[in-house]
């Protein structure tokens, strides 16, 4: 539901972050967020948490998040110099990194001790104050005066912005896939290979534990990583998604596959930082929220098919052949791309404002 609903808001949300102010949109979503969480706290702390009030909840968060994503690109250039911005995304998906992994050890422990409800409440309320926090930056990304534009004519000009790079549109168009694969593979068919060849969720987990360090090993590398072409580089390390796959459909080894999720864990997280780098050198300043709105909503826009056909699949041919299938499928949108010059030869000393 939740990324139903961002797909839904994505492209609407660079066009309010690009036309109200980034900052002041990322403070008032995340404060928006917080309250919605506080909605199913009220629920939880009855013990009675009807399915409807999850949905629109989450629902409800998508939505939020549609105008977040793109409005927190665009902030960053907007507190970082231009020379900084790699560093400074970088810097930021390590503290996100480290954050989701102490959040989720942390969660555990408090759910153990004070329950769900309490728990919950944190998380809402850190919500809320880190969106006041943002609120209170407004001033470094004002909201344009005086437009006479409409939202659809604001839309239809991110949308030209965003196809007039056709290394962005090639490569948005090639993760669509990738990210459909390892949705179907991660989320749905990685769990069932553990508990039929492993110990179940707990070795899942450790998979899953695994990714997440090399989220942080990769935050990591990228604060250093200077390749000289930048896109050519990205696209090669995202064959640790083929591997990883790979590993899980013969199945090898419990600490293989692990090791297959450490590798895209660190490719990620070096997607993260190079690509938002980037964007943020390459797009003109007052359309950046709207390309990457765009990038956002074509990146996953096959996530929710990958979730869908990965059981009836997996039922019709197997889950071993299904899973070399998405392998497969991953290699060609690695490789096609890697076929254009404005992919292969992209440089940021290429990179000039429009």
């Not at 004070?114 to 809402?124: E, K, P, S, Y």
């Not at 990769?218 to 064959?239: C, D, E, H, T, Y």
């Amino acid at each position: 539901v939740t990324t139903i609903f961002f797909l839904i808001m994505a492209p609407f949300g660079g066009v309010v972050a690009d036309k109200y102010g980034r900052a002041r949109m990322v403070g008032i979503t995340d404060m928006a967020a917080g309250l919605a969480l506080f909605v199913q706290v009220a629920y939880f702390a009855t013990g009675d948490v009807p399915l409807w009030v999850l949905l629109v909840t989450n629902g409800f968060f998508g939505l939020m998040w549609g105008i977040f994503w793109p409005a927190f690109t665009g902030v960053i250039p907007a507190v970082v110099p231009e020379a900084g911005l790699q560093k400074g995304n970088a810097l930021n998906s390590f503290v996100a990194n480290l954050g989701i992994i102490l959040g989720a050890a942390a969660a555990g422990i408090l759910i153990d001790i004070f329950g769900v409800a309490f728990t919950l409440a944190i998380d809402a309320a850190s919500f809320f104050i880190a969106g006041v926090l943002v609120f209170s930056f407004r001033h470094l990304t004002p909201r344009i005066e005086h437009s006479e534009n409409t939202v659809l004519d604001d839309l239809r000009h991110g949308w030209k912005v965003f196809i007039s790079f056709r290394w962005i549109v090639i490569i948005v168009g090639a993760f669509s896939f990738i990210i459909m694969c390892w949705a179907a593979a991660e989320n749905v068919l990685g769990p069932l290979i553990a508990l039929e060849h492993f110990n179940g969720p707990k070795s899942w987990s450790f998979v899953i534990s695994a990714e997440s360090a090399g989220l942080i090993v990769g935050s990591l590398i990228a604060i250093k990583v200077k390749p000289k072409f930048p896109m050519r580089f990205l696209m090669l390390s995202s064959f640790t998604i083929t591997f990883y796959i790979w590993s899980l459909a013969k199945p090898q080894s419990l600490l293989m596959i692990a090791f297959g999720a450490f590798l895209f864990g660190i490719t990620l997280d070096l997607w993260g930082t190079l690509w938002y780098t980037a964007l943020q050198r390459k797009v003109p300043r007052e359309s950046l929220s709207r390309v990457a709105s765009f990038d956002a909503m074509g990146s996953m826009m096959f996530k929710p098919i990958g979730l869908a056909i990965a059981a009836p699949m997996s039922a019709l041919v197997g889950i071993e052949n299904f899973l070399q299938i998405l392998a497969a499928v991953t290699v060609v949108a690695i490789v096609l791309p890697l076929l254009d010059p404005q992919v292969r030869n992209m440089s940021y000393e290429d990179f000039t404002k429009k």
